[in-house]
């Protein structure tokens, strides 16, 4: 039987992204730590009820954004980490951090990219921008993670209809939805070829 893939979480507020990944089941993964930015965060409950290890690392207690990313990779090597998944992630991600899990950080963005996404495109800030665009679906993307927002080649997208006289709340929550299957559904698929890639 093989080890069983590591994961990291990276989150910044309420974590149900991780929850969803954590409550799948997911074949051949083990959760082995939450990583948020600031304290009080909701996904630190979440890993508390789920008995997933949290750590808050805040970015101001580091000289720089590279210190905080090179102490966060470490605490994720620590602990046998292999896959880095971002759940509500709101700090870009430094080019150090990603060389030390090259193609192994995954990222799920509420719309489908490359529309709606870049800078300051995260949360109601994006379903607001869908509705006032006049835009007739909507949806999530997954993606690897790479040195700009929101981009990185694309895994997998699921679309959601915008419907007449949607609010953002609404269209938010039929999008979470989406994201609630496809982010689990696609980390087994990556987990699944990093098994296979194994000596």
């Given at each position: 039987m093989n080890k069983p893939i590591g994961i990291g979480v990276?989150?910044?507020g309420g974590g149900s992204n991780f929850e969803s990944l954590v409550k799948a089941g997911i074949p051949g993964a083990k959760f082995r730590f939450l990583v948020v930015n600031k304290p009080g965060v909701g996904a630190l409950d979440r890993a508390k009820r789920l008995g997933v290890e949290a750590l808050v690392i805040e970015p101001?207690?580091?000289?720089?954004?590279?210190?905080?990313?090179?102490?966060?990779a470490?605490?994720?090597?620590?602990?046998?980490?292999?896959?880095?998944?971002?759940?509500?992630?709101?700090?870009m991600i430094e080019p150090n951090f990603i060389r030390?899990?090259?193609?192994?950080?995954?990222?799920?963005?509420?719309?489908?990219?490359?529309?709606?996404?870049g800078k300051g495109m995260w949360g109601h800030h994006v379903h607001e921008a869908v509705l006032a665009a006049g835009e007739?679906?909507?949806?999530?993307?997954?993606?690897?993670?790479?040195?700009?927002?929101?981009?990185?080649?694309?895994?997998?997208?699921?679309q959601v209809p915008v419907l007449p006289g949607d609010t953002p709340d609404a269209l938010a929550a039929r999008v979470l939805e989406q994201e609630h299957t496809i982010y689990p559904?696609?980390?087994?698929?990556?987990?699944?070829?990093?098994?296979?890639?194994?000596?």
């Open positions: 990276l989150a910044s101001r207690a580091f000289a720089d954004r590279s210190a905080f990313y090179d102490a966060v470490g605490e994720m090597e620590k602990r046998g980490v292999s896959l880095v998944c971002l759940a509500g992630f709101l700090l030390r899990f090259p193609g192994r950080i995954l990222n799920i963005h509420p719309a489908l990219l490359p529309k709606f996404g007739k679906e909507s949806g999530c993307t997954v993606h690897v993670v790479d040195e700009q927002f929101d981009h990185g080649p694309i895994l997998a997208q699921a559904e696609t980390v087994w698929k990556v987990i699944r070829k990093m098994g296979e890639s194994k000596p």
